[in-house]
């Protein structure tokens, strides 16, 4: 029985001793096929984009900046401070603070807005949850993506902000800067 599996056993196929001339021959090879990409590439020229001027297109599904939305034949906030986005967020960089509409101060379509409504950017993680929460469509992500500051409190978005049409419009923090 021993001498069964013995004769059944093939031996392995190894490739060739390291070392010597073979080892040079594989290894200056394997080089030049690695710089066939580059150097192919290096005949195709070069292609720059003149960023602030041109910019490249986001994909259709690209969760950029937050934005609030308004009802467009009232002009009245689609939030209700509900905050269901609150409660979505896994990263919890939303606060939402609500107050009651009254009949002389009508900010939303409902009994209660959003007197407070902050983002704050740092923490963001642009899951997407909050836009799908909110059962009003009050808040979506748009295609902006230059969202850089130099200070951390710049990048808390209040409710001001994310109702500004687009970045060009958003009111900055301190003047002159």
């Known amino acids: 029985m021993a001498t069964d599996w013995k004769e059944a056993a093939r031996p392995i196929d190894r490739g060739p001793e390291p070392g010597g ?9 394997e080089t030049l096929r690695g710089l066939k990409t580059t150097l192919g590439r290096v ?3 070069h292609h720059v984009i003149q960023y602030p001027e041109e910019k490249t297109p986001v994909y259709p599904r690209f969760r950029g900046r937050h934005k609030l ?25 939303i606060r939402v603070v609500a107050a009651e509409n009254t ?5 939303s379509g409902g009994e209660r807005y959003a007197a407070v409504y902050e983002i704050n950017m ?7 949850y909050c836009e799908v929460a909110c059962p009003f469509d009050a808040i979506t992500m748009g295609n902006d993506y230059e969202l ?5 409190s710049d990048l808390i978005f209040t409710k001001e902000m994310l109702l500004a049409d687009s970045p060009e419009h ?7 800067e």
């Open 148 to 152: 850089s500051d130099y200070h951390r």
């Open 69 to 93: 939305h308004r009802f467009e034949d009232t002009g009245l906030e689609k939030c209700v401070g509900c905050s269901l986005c609150v409660a979505a967020c896994p990263a919890k960089c």
């Open 170 to 176: 958003t009111p900055l923090r301190r003047e002159g």
């Open 43 to 45: 005949a195709e020229g």
């Open 103 to 107: 009949p002389d101060n009508q900010v």
């Open 21 to 29: 001339l073979g080892a040079v021959y594989r290894v200056f090879g």
């Open 122 to 128: 740092t923490r963001c993680i642009f899951c997407g």
